[in-house]
């Protein structure tokens, strides 16, 4: 069993597809194992995503980011890791195989609904830093 974090991008949220999302996780092996609305802040959304700090577009990958609330959840499941980011497709919506969510719920490369941890060594410093190791069942 692996843990993974996804987030569904304020994108999502404001489109009202959380369902539809979280459905498509859960009828595909992902168990929910913790799950949070929350308004990211400037300096939590840079700290999460400090990897990419000298890409040209890191400050508007902030600013999308903070545009408005996300749902953090930890998923639980058989390779959850690589399942979720199948789940996903490519970060790129118009390069999404047919099916995948940013297929049918992205709007473009930046607003692409949701993040996934790229690896397990990923997935288990995501999950700390959003979730108390007695908040995930
Ligand atoms: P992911 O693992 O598929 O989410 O992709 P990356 O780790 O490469 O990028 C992280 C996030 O940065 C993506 O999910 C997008 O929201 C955003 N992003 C990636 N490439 C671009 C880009 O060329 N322009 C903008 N504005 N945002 C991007």
Known sequence: MEQTLSIIKPDAVKKSVVGKI???FE???LRVA???KMQLSKKDAEQFYSVHKERSFF????QFMISGPVIVMVLEGENAVLK???LM???NPKEAKKGTIRADFADS???NAVHGSDCLENA???IEFFFAKNAVY
């Open 84 to 86: 979720n980011r199948e």
């Open 109 to 111: 490369v930046e607003a």
């Open 59 to 62: 400050s508007d990958l902030i």
């Open 89 to 91: 497709g490519s970060t």
């Open 27 to 29: 009828t595909n092996g």
């Open 22 to 24: 979280i459905d498509r």
């Open 34 to 36: 913790a799950i949070k």
């Open 124 to 126: 288990k410093i995501e």
